[in-house]
């Protein structure tokens, strides 16, 4: 942990990065699976790995890899589908992480101030796009710091504020959490999504299309409504088996 301050401090303040290639992502980014654990198109995660708060509150997590392709072919869908969920339910964009990466921390880091930000949302999805469109010209921490400067000035953010962020101790406890939420329910594929804490499903369990995910994760959202609907009734998963999944 305290490598990791150290050196994304280093990198920031004085703008120079250790000369080391971008690293390889943790997360699997994939278009089709063969998981026993997925075989209804999701996981109903069992109590001990509820993430209670985001089943109280309706919170929809979506984890993604900027180098991850299929995430960025479905960036505009999900900006879509994110302004079309159930009224209550809350879509939260992740960058996945790796405790032993300052490559990973800063985008993380650098995603989590832009998203929580007063800027639009409109805004916000801009910056997404330009991290997917240019993050793979990225070679060195350097070249990834002056990305996400560029980036986020594009959307009418000061890029100082964000570097103040991310040198912060509140960025670094924001982005142990979010790496600890990651390991708990176990994401090993981008893109995947977590559902209010209980259903968890990824692009995966389809092959790869825009219009077989969004069916997919609109029919576990519908299991978590008709979940809350009927809270004495156990609730069936061959709601799915009807969901053409892989062939």
Not at 163 to 176: G, H, N, Q, S, W
Not at 232 to 242: A, D, E, S, Y
Request: proline content about 5%; overall charge negative; glycine content about 4%.
């Amino acid at each position: 942990m305290n490598r990791l301050i150290k050196t994304t401090t280093l990198i920031l303040s004085a703008f120079i990065a250790i000369n080391v290639s971008a690293q390889t992502s943790p997360i699997v980014d994939q278009p089709s699976s063969s998981d026993s654990l997925f075989e209804n198109g999701f996981v109903d995660l069992p109590p001990n790995l509820i993430v209670k708060p985001d089943q109280e509150h309706k919170i929809v997590r979506y984890f993604i890899d900027f180098s991850c392709i299929y995430c960025r072919k479905l960036r505009s869908v999900m900006d879509t589908w994110g302004n079309t969920l159930s009224r209550g339910y809350r879509l939260v964009y992740h960058h996945v992480g790796d405790m032993e990466s300052p490559y990973y921390f800063l985008q993380s880091a650098a995603l989590t101030y832009v998203m929580n930000s007063d800027i639009t949302y409109g805004q916000k999805q801009q910056y997404i796009e330009l991290m997917f469109t240019h993050i793979n010209q990225v070679k060195t921490n350097k070249e990834l710091v002056r990305l996400i400067k560029e980036a986020t000035a594009s959307v009418g953010l000061n890029p100082s504020e964000v570097a103040k962020y991310i040198m912060t101790e509140e960025a670094t406890v924001d982005y142990t959490a979010a790496v600890d939420l990651q390991n708990q329910v176990s994401i090993n594929v981008t893109p995947s999504i977590l559902i209010a804490g209980r259903y968890l499903t990824h692009l995966g369990m389809t092959d790869g299309s825009p219009e077989r995910w969004i069916e997919l994760i609109n029919k576990v959202t519908s299991i978590d409504i008709y979940s809350r609907s009927n809270t004495l009734t156990n609730i069936p998963n061959p709601l799915l088996q009807g969901l053409p999944t892989k062939d």
